[in-house]
């Protein structure tokens, strides 16, 4: 039993992301009959970048939501949607990334595949990281709302023309089941799944490629990581900076330095390598005498 | 900024998160999602 709970315990966050995963995409049905949910439930955002049209999905996705919101003809303020951002990004920040989100643990799970040599990172990842909040506002934000046809709607640009993520769980399995979709595919699809096929092959290469340079959704819960109830903090009189959480870390972050840093999807490695557990979440705060007050 | 106003500010952005979500709901922004969400996107699934 105490194997059995340690074992549990070790894999907690894989466990989570595949309950997560699981129960928020099971609508069985849909992946018999080639279709879709129609229930009330899809007027309520998940967390994560969770397609819409993935036929065992649930609810709805927030940046699909975002788009079809701002892109309508009597919205120009996506009230309700940017009210659930702020709540999930208050309380925990980019943990959604880490632990909740569908394509997330796809890469990671991609990631795991082994390969010659793993990059920590890719080369221009500097610049290329900044790459998300373009898509944020260029794809998400300013396109939908201005780019509009003679009635005044937009186009949700991010779903059709970038995101893997609804590729792969809504295009690919309504493709393969449905025959009247099939029967339309054409250019666009064709270029999605090349998107998709990159993000693939790098995702064996690096750690999750989408999450770093390309998903708005992380782009926006990174904004909350310094300030969100959920964060970590150093404990400077027990940290030696021996760089331990920094070498772990997938995201390559370095956590002695910035633990709340936007990139942070809050996988807990470093606070399970830290050879003197100096790196605590906000929780446990109150009890850290030697932790830093400065803005980290 | 300390730990106590980090605190205070995340709790003023869940607030107001919670009254954008009451005057969305009270516009009928959920009618668009819910509408958007339970016919298949098209544009999401590389149709267009």
Redesign the interface.
């Known amino acids: 039993m105490v194997k059995l709970l340690k074992k549990i315990k070790a894999h907690i966050r894989l466990i989570v992301q595949v309950g997560f995963t699981a129960i928020t995409n099971s609508y069985i049905n849909g992946y018999v009959e080639g279709?879709?949910?129609?229930?009330?439930s899809?007027?309520v955002?998940v967390p994560g970048l969770n397609?819409?049209?993935c036929p065992g999905?649930l609810?709805?996705c927030p940046i699909?939501?975002l788009q079809?919101?701002l892109g309508?003809r009597?919205?120009k303020f996506?009230?309700?949607?940017?009210?659930?951002?702020?709540?999930v990004?208050?309380?925990c920040g980019r943990l959604v990334c880490g632990w909740l989100c569908p394509f997330g643990l796809i890469q990671d799970l991609l990631y795991k595949i082994p390969f010659i040599k793993k990059l920590k990172k890719l080369p221009g990842d500097k610049v290329l990281k900044w790459l998300k909040y373009v898509i944020l506002v260029v794809f998400v934000l300013l396109l939908p709302m201005f780019a509009v046809d003679i009635i005044g709607q937009g186009?949700?640009w991010f779903?059709?023309y970038i995101?893997p993520s609804?590729?792969l769980s809504?295009?690919v399995p309504?493709?393969l089941l449905n025959e009247n979709?099939r029967s339309?595919?054409?250019w666009?699809?064709a270029?999605?799944?090349l998107i998709l096929g990159i993000i693939i092959l790098l995702s064996i290469l690096v750690y999750r490629p989408f999450c770093r340079y390309l998903c708005p959704l992380g782009g926006i819960y990174g904004l909350?990581n310094?300030?969100?109830?959920y964060?970590y903090?150093v404990d400077a009189a027990k940290c030696t900076k021996c760089g331990k959480c920094q070498k772990v870390c997938n995201m390559d972050i370095k956590v002695y330095e910035t633990p709340n840093s936007i990139e942070c999807i809050r996988c807990g490695a470093c606070k399970k390598a830290c050879p003197h557990k100096a790196i605590q979440n906000?929780s446990v705060?109150k009890k850290c005498s030697g932790?830093e007050?400065d803005?980290r | 900024m300390t730990e106590k106003r980090k605190n205070i500010f995340a709790t003023g952005i869940l607030c107001v998160g919670v009254v954008f979500v009451i005057i969305g709901v009270y516009r009928n922004e959920v009618h668009i999602v819910l509408q958007k969400a339970i016919n298949i996107c098209l544009e999401c699934i590389g149709i267009g």
């Open positions: 279709n879709i949910f129609k229930g009330p899809k007027a955002c397609c819409y049209s999905a609810g709805s699909g939501s079809a919101v309508s009597n919205y996506a009230f309700y949607v940017l009210g659930f951002l702020m709540i990004g208050a309380l186009k949700p779903c059709e995101c609804g590729t809504a295009g309504l493709v979709i339309i595919i054409g666009l699809y270029w999605k799944l909350f310094p300030i969100s109830l964060r903090k906000n705060y932790c007050k803005d």
